[in-house]
Structures are given as structure tokens and as C-alpha cells.
């Protein structure tokens, strides 16, 4: 299985692409990020590690590793006008929305487009991008409680400097335990790349045109926001909460999701891609397991996802339709466990998927792909005279 595949010159116009990245075998359950298998990187990497792979095509040594991190840090001090900007929102702003637009706005203090076919250039605005969408993805949440922001610590890791930025209060210095670092940094590296999905595919179209690297993934942010993408994991926390208080009747929503006369779907459930079970939701479920029981968190909506999960598995809707669970059915339970809110679930999404959008992004511009323009296949009206309606 090498995944080379060919395709027909037309392809250029159809929105498809050719990729070294990431690759996805949906019948059986492959995800790989540039060779090597989800399961070894989730196990034997970390987030850094992935990230440098997914983008710059190879594992770093420990010293490539250590000036990554290093070269990050210079550029996790955000611009003080950002704080006006986000000072702007109110306080019950969705954080993906304002993510969205921090984003966007750092391409207001970093105008430089990159030159991706100089080395140092493209190095400098991935690290630039990796430090600063920490920071300002933190701030949502800071802003959203109405805490002071925080800034980057030097002397702490990148993933736990999410849980400083995240939960560091001005009266005493905050130290995250090694258990939720590890959860982390698996949770991120398990979202860091997915082939073509559709904010990657809204990133590399957006950076197509040759906008910026800050505009494209702000591009992407607002595509992960929607509930039949990333905003699924958000939406999968609530659904499990309103089943726990109708006191876990799983049936009924079952029987909802089944309705075609009924809109609502199961939450976490069923892919594009995957028509058997989605590898990353199987070592979410055991890392939720682990963690819980670490923590010792006895969260009932974790009974009420692995009920959920049995009967879905069992229905005959279900399976004729090849519907498991997705990466999103139980990365909530763990970002609960770790006292994140439910609206920054999703906002957990990008910080994993950051390094994937810039790879994709850097692939693209350094493949010199022409902008994207799909075609389409028109069914309105034939020629009509110009006659003005009575
Ligand atoms: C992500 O693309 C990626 O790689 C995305 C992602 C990534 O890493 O970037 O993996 C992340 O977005 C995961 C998906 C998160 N979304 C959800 O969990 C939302 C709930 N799931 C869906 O709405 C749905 O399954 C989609 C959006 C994921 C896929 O939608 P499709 O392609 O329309 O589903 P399908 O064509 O496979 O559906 C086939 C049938 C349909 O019924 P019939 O018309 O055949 O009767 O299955 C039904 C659908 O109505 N169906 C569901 C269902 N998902 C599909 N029925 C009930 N509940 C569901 N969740």
C-alpha cells in the first residue's frame, strides 16, 4: 500500500492534489503522516517531533528538535495592539470566531509575505506561526473569563505552555501535571494532519491565490468551526450532556438520528473518508480510559459515549451505512477531564491541526500549484431573450 496513485491531467482543475503529507486508507483504517503509521507517532513522538515531520517532511534529530523549540519562543510575543483588538469582542464571543479574526489580524503586524523557496524565510513564518497561534488561541478563552492574558514561558514546554497560557493565574506560577501533558500531547498529535479535509482543503485553496500564510489559516479556522467538522467534538459534549440529563436514554437519540425526517445526527459518528473505524478514535477512547482513571475523574458521560458507541455499532443503520465513531466522538471527554471549557474544544482542534494547515500550505505554494478553480456542472436555465416579467 504506497498510496502513489495516478491521476489525469485534468486534475488540476478538479480540486484534487497530489500530497507527500499525509495518507488515509478508509476501508482500513490507515492514517500515516509522511510514512509513519498514527499509532507509532501518537505512542513514540511528541507534538514538536510530529509538527517538524509533518512540515518539513522528515523527524528532527534531538538537536534539530531542541532549535525548534528554541527558535519558536522568539516569536511568542504577540504584538500589544493585539489586545485592542481582541478587547473589542464581547465577552460571550465563540472562541473559534475570535481565534479567526486574531489570526487574521497578525497578518497587520507581520506583513511580509514568505518567500517559500528560501529556506529561512519559510523556517522563520513556520516558527512565527507555530509560537503566536498559541498565545492568541489562549487568549480566547483568557478573554472569554475575563482573566488577564497570559504570556509564553521560556522555561516551560510548547504543550505545556497551552496549560500555562490556559490557566495560569497572576498570583501564583502554575505547573500542569506530566499526566496531562502526555494526554495532550497525544490529543494534539492524533489532529495534527488529515489529508484534504475541508479546512485544509479551505487553507491550500485560500493560499492558492498566493494570500498570506496568517490569512489562509484564518481561512481554515473558520472552516474547522462548523459542526460537521471540527465543531463536531463541541457538539458531541452537548449531545452526551442533554443524554445524561434525560437520564441516558441513548435509545431515543438513536431512533432521532435514524429519522430522515429529523435533522439531527449523531454527533462523533460517520466520515467522508473512513468506512470503518477511524484509527485515531480507537486510541482517543483507550487514552480517555487511561486518563480518567489517572485523574480519577469518574465522568458519567463516558459511560454514556462507550453505550452510545455499542448500540450504533450493533444497528443495522449504523452498520449498513458504515458509521463508527470519529476522532471527535471522545476527545471532549478528555479535554473535560482536563478542566477545559466546552467552546474551546474546538479551538483544541487547531492548535493540533496548526501544523498540518502549514505543511499542507507549504506544499502547495512550493509545488507551485496553479490557484484553485474547481469547475462545475451547470443546471440553470438554457438562453433566454430579455423579456421584462409583466
Ligand atoms: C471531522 O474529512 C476529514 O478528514 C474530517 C476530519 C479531520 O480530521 O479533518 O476527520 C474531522 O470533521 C470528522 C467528522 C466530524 N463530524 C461529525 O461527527 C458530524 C456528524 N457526522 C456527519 O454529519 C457525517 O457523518 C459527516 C459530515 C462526517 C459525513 O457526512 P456525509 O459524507 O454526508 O455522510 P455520508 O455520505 O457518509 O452519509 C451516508 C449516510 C446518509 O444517509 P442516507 O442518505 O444513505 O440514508 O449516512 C447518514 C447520512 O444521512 N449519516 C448519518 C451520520 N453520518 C452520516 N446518520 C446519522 N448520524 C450521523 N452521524
Known sequence: LTG???LDPGYKNSGSCTSKITFLDGELGILRYRGYSIEDLAEKADFLEVSFLLIFGELPTAE???QFEV?????TLVNEEMKSIIDGFPRTAHPMGVLAALTSALTAFNPKSVNVDNDKEMYQAVCKTMGKFLVIATWTYRKSMGYPLNYYDNTKGYVENFMNLMFKLPTEPYKASPIV???????FILHADHEQNCSTSTVRMVGSSHAGLFASISAGVSALWGPLHGGANQAVLE??????KNGGD???YMAKAKDKEDPFRLMGFGHRVYKSFDPRAQIIKKAAN???????VDDPILAIAKKLEAAALEDEYFKSRNLYPNVDFYSGIIYRALGIPTDMFTVMFAIGRLPGWIAQWKEMRENKEPIGRPRQIYTGAALRDFNKPE
Do not use: S
Open 239 to 244: 449531545m452526551l450532556e442533554e443524554i445524561h
Open 181 to 187: 501533558i502526555d494526554a495532550l500531547d497525544k490529543l
Open 250 to 252: 441513548t435509545d431515543a
Open 71 to 75: 527558535d519558536i519562543r522568539k516569536y
Open 4 to 6: 502513489i496513485i495516478t
Open 64 to 66: 534539530q528538535l531542541e
Open 290 to 296: 487511561e486518563v480518567l482513571e489517572t485523574l480519577g
